[in-house]
């Protein structure tokens, strides 16, 4: 009887309500999602066509075995708008969406399934700096990382306080990597090497850009004598 009700209550409001994906308008179907089906599957572009390539034609620091993003970013686009959403206006099941979809492409990449499968791994979403995860109230990486978990369930998820940002830097856009990677070292603090010592580490974030960030947090997980690092991103710059 219960459930009878339920479902009248939720067919009522869909017809009052329908649910639209947030990024088209589109009726969207998936009650669990944001997102609708085309928008996951065919709107973007694939940063990774045959979902095959080991990095993103750039060279990779010791230890980095493979950095991987699943669309191009496309500045002003859709995609941007998308992001923005995530971040600033707080639909976090965004981040959901797009994590479970990284997962899956993880899974069908012949290189990374294998890594991931075989290695014990944990993953890391790259931490926010506490005044810029007080004033969001999330971050919208670990919401990523949480959809990438529903895919990968075997992975763990390092505790948010295992590494920290302890530099609250500004958004870095228009600046040269060498003033970046300036910027950002040692801009992360290692508080507990046991969660990643020997393991494979998964770094989970929005967008790839130029690798300042994720760079300068693999080489803070390396001296905690991780295996080594992988880069999953939603976006590629
Ligand atoms: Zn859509």
Redesign the pocket.
Known sequence: MKELIRNMIKGVSDIVFPRV?V??G?ENTECQRQ??S??LQERFADANPQNNRISSDILLPAGVIAQHAMWTFDKGGELQDLMHLLKYERLTTIGLDLGRKLGERVRKHPFLEKKLSRRTSVILPVPLHYLKYRYRGFNQAFKIARGFQQVWTDLALCERTCVVRRKNTRTQTGFSLEKRLKNMKNAFRLNDPSQLAGQLVVIIDDVFTTGATTFELAQTVLKAEAHAVVILTVAQA
């Open positions: 994906c990024c088209c589109r997102l609708c085309f928008c």
